[in-house]
């Protein structure tokens, strides 16, 4: 079998095997959801029975699929299954309204499910998030970072850096008062790579690092 990233029907991360590729056109959300979820288990148990040190592996879900497509009884089953960790699954999520998710997200943290917020910025939704819940991770995309800002004066360049600066470093404050982590994403040129590490997030994920690749 073979995973790769596939971004078929919005619950995303490494999974798409090949010898089942014809099978996803008759396979309800459901189903196709409960086989990454089972995938996903399968490859952390082969890693655990190589006694081998166990990754966090990130699921993508809108908010509104947790609960439309049970994602929190597929998960649960998966984990009794293979017998796997909680905290060796984080469930990225990502959407419009987390007001339609609440509940489930603080059901998950009980279960010791990790929880990233997809697309968070600085904003009043951001708070509410805050307020009810608390994420392992919030993940943030910064435009300017795939910009060519150096294509402007300096002065332009230094009040830009300057901005950005001040703005992530509120949010990650923020953050870091509630136990979150922050991630920046996106990153593909040495030049965003060294912006983001001045703004000092606590991870940072692009192309410049790594691309998506088989796992099994």
Known sequence: RSIYQMEEPGFWICVSCQDYQM???????????????????????????????????????????????????????????????AENICLELVGKDISTAIEDIMLLEEMGIRICIDQFE???????ILSAVKPDYIKMSLDILNSDIYTTSD???????????????????????????????????????????????????GYLYGKPEKLI
């Open 23 to 85: 099978c996803f056109r008759s396979w309800n959300l459901q189903q196709l959801n409960d086989w990454i979820v089972g995938n996903v288990c399968m490859y952390l148990k082969d890693k655990k029975d190589k006694k081998e040190p166990l990754p966090v592996i990130h699921i993508n879900c809108p908010y509104n699929q947790i609960n439309d497509f049970a994602i929190i009884d597929i998960i649960l089953k998966n984990l009794s299954e293979y017998d796997i960790p």
């Open 122 to 128: 600085n904003s009043e939704e951001d708070q509410e």
């Open 155 to 205: 002065d332009d360049i230094l009040e830009v850096k300057s901005n950005m600066s001040k703005y992530f470093a509120e949010v990650i404050a923020k953050c870091h008062e509630n136990g979150i982590k922050a991630c920046i994403c996106g990153i593909e040129k040495k030049s965003q790579d060294d912006i983001a590490n001045e703004i000092k997030f606590d991870y940072k994920q």
